[in-house]
């Protein structure tokens, strides 16, 4: 659920440049994340934390502007054409990927097997960059994708590079809620993962997210040295074990990391 609006307003009473309003607008757009069905007015209300009538005045702006539609049956409202506008921009811009693609796409001819860049966010990993292998799902191949920080190999390659505070910090506030019977939810337990990702240089997770899953990756540290996403491979263990997975493919995303960091 998105933060409410009274949330919004206790958070930024003090700050003069704050636009309630827009805020508002982004609450709205951002009461999509996670659905799996179009949206009523009432249900972006209830998911913001706003009034029905507010909610009709910024979905009807939002439509005029094209971030918004109304379904076919007129029923509810889904994103519109112009949030992809800005995810365009949004990738094309930024820096980091624009560096990265060209160290991805030689990846990605190397190992033939899924190659991702996710971009960290505190408890969880979006994905930025997907290059597909023949095995995916239609949402596990999409851009803005996200997974949870705590039990994804990008996840612990990040935290192997972050101060032991941090990672207490980011562990005790995470949902542990497991993705597969395999998900660590123990601390200790991904606290030795961590340890491993420190020593190896990298981080292997096997069926963390999805069953039949080995995934290697390793951190991107920004220009102050702290990680600001990762690059991870990932693969079918019906054709590799984990540690011929982790020969194969920990050099080369070695190799990738060090390519994006020369340019």
Known sequence: MTSSGSDFAAERADDPLFVQSLARGMQVMSAFQG?????????IAARTSITRSAAQRI?????KMGYLRLTEDGRGFLPDLAVLDLTYDYLRLNPLLRRASPALLELRRNVRERVD?????????????RMQS??????ATLVGNTVP???TSGGWAVMAHLPDD??????RDADMTPLTPRTLTDPAAIRDQIALARENGHALAVEQILMGEVALAGAIPGSDGRPVAAIHVAGSLSEWQPEDFRRRIAPVVAEAIRSIRLL
């Open 59 to 63: 979905v009807h702006t939002l439509r």
């Open 117 to 129: 860049l996710s971009i960290f966010d505190g408890q969880r990993m979006v994905y930025a960059a």
């Open 134 to 139: 023949k095995r995916e799902m239609f949402f």
């Open 166 to 171: 941090e990672v207490d910090a980011l562990l």
């Open 149 to 151: 920080t705590f039990c």
């Open 35 to 43: 659905v799996e069905r179009p949206l009523s007015l009432s249900d």
